[in-house]
């Protein structure tokens, strides 16, 4: 049984299943604009927020685009996934009842966006009683590489790091969370695979089920 004092969460990944739509999107979007996917790029963008990711995704292929218009095309081809075709991970929710049980303040920090897609998620899947703030990546200046995002969410939760338990499914988030002093919890995604192993070597806690946090 895993009962932190105060829990962080990402959204993408560690409670939905919902990873393998942005690699659908990346590879989709490269190959409208004559490119191939590749895992390099997946692992260079996995931790940028939208800007640094359009930034860098415009520079490496050459694009005749802006960052914002990047964004919009992402944007505009993630639209009916979350609403109809996105799932929470198996026990995740029942993690979630159970620590909200014990009285344990919970918050989400998600680089989710469009951030409408937050609350189709929320509301969806009645979760929203469960957080008392939610922390996204644009209200921060660097991206889940860095604690600043968890840094945010956990003192608006009144806690410090130390206290508090980050959740995530990527190896770079996780770093990004332990450099801020959180204890910090791996959850397996098929997306970070070829990070298991690491990710089991250098987070606190690392679990391929919601479920093993509550045996």
Request: no cysteine; hydrophobic share 40%.
């Given at each position: 049984m895993f009962l932190p004092q105060a829990a962080i969460f990402d959204m993408d990944g560690t409670l939905l299943d919902s990873m393998w739509v942005w690699r659908q999107i990346d590879a989709d979007f490269l190959a409208a604009h004559g490119h191939l996917i590749t895992p390099d790029y997946t692992d260079a963008i996995k931790c940028m927020g939208w800007e640094e990711g359009a930034r860098y995704t415009i520079d490496r292929y050459g694009l005749d685009q802006t960052p914002q218009q990047v964004i919009e095309e992402w944007f505009d081809m993630c639209a009916d996934y979350y609403r109809t075709r996105i799932d929470l991970k198996p026990y995740?929710?029942?993690?979630?009842?159970?620590?909200?049980?014990?009285?344990?303040?919970?918050?989400?920090?998600?680089?989710?966006?469009?951030?409408h897609n937050i609350d189709i998620v929320l509301d969806r899947f009645d979760m929203?009683?469960?957080?008392?703030?939610?922390?996204?990546?644009?209200?921060?200046?660097?991206?889940?590489?860095?604690?600043?995002?968890?840094?945010?969410?956990?003192?608006?939760?009144?806690?410090?790091p130390e206290k508090c338990a980050v959740f995530e499914d990527i190896l770079g988030a996780i770093r990004g969370a332990k450099a801020g002093a959180f204890q910090t919890v791996g959850i397996y995604d098929t997306v970070s695979e070829g990070d298991w192993e690491d990710i089991k070597n250098e987070a606190d806690v690392a679990v391929r089920s919601w479920k093993d946090l509550m045996e």
């Open positions: 995740a929710r029942e993690y979630l009842s159970f620590l909200h049980e014990h009285g344990i303040p919970m918050a989400i920090a998600t680089s989710m966006e469009p951030q929203r009683s469960f957080f008392q703030n939610i922390t996204v990546s644009t209200e921060v200046s660097r991206g889940k590489g860095f604690p600043d995002i968890y840094l945010l969410a956990a003192s608006r939760l009144g806690v410090e």
